[in-house]
Nanobody, 120 residues
Framework: VQLQASGGGLVQAGGSLRLSCAASGRTFRSYTVGWFRQAPGKEREFVAAISWGGGRTYYADSMKGRFTIFRDDAKNTVYLQMNSLKPEDAALYYC??????????????WGQGTQVTVSS
């Protein structure tokens, strides 16, 4: 599976962005997909994940109620809708995929990052 993240950019605090993670491969629908982020000087952290089939979603506590992850398997794409963005949300955002069930780690496939910048 090859992944390509896009949709990052500069937004004012309180604004919204939608990130996309486009995948190659006919079996994409059978993969769990996650979003992670890494800010300068900080460790990479889990943001959200969605199970294969889209039946279950998972969020880091600080993203609940603001971020929504969803997938369109017909388009081989997973989205991360980010609302009410805060300056602390600024980071390089990565999407990742795995065929396992541990949504917080053990991802074997990673896309390149897309930069999100939030101005105060």
């Amino acid at each position: 599976v090859q992944l390509q993240a896009s949709g990052g950019g500069l937004v004012q605090a309180g604004g919204s962005l939608r990130l996309s993670c486009a995948a190659s491969g006919r079996t994409f629908r059978s993969y769990t997909v996650g979003w992670f982020r890494q800010a300068p000087g900080k460790e990479r952290e889990f943001v959200a994940a969605i199970s294969w089939g889209g039946g279950r979603t998972y969020y880091a506590d600080s993203m609940k109620g603001r971020f929504t992850i969803f997938r369109d398997d017909a388009k081989n794409t997973v989205y991360l809708q980010m609302n009410s963005l805060k300056p602390e949300d600024a980071a390089l955002y990565y999407c990742a995929a795995q065929s396992g069930n541990n949504v917080y780690k053990d991802y074997g496939y990673w896309g390149q990052g897309t930069q999100v910048t939030v101005s105060s």
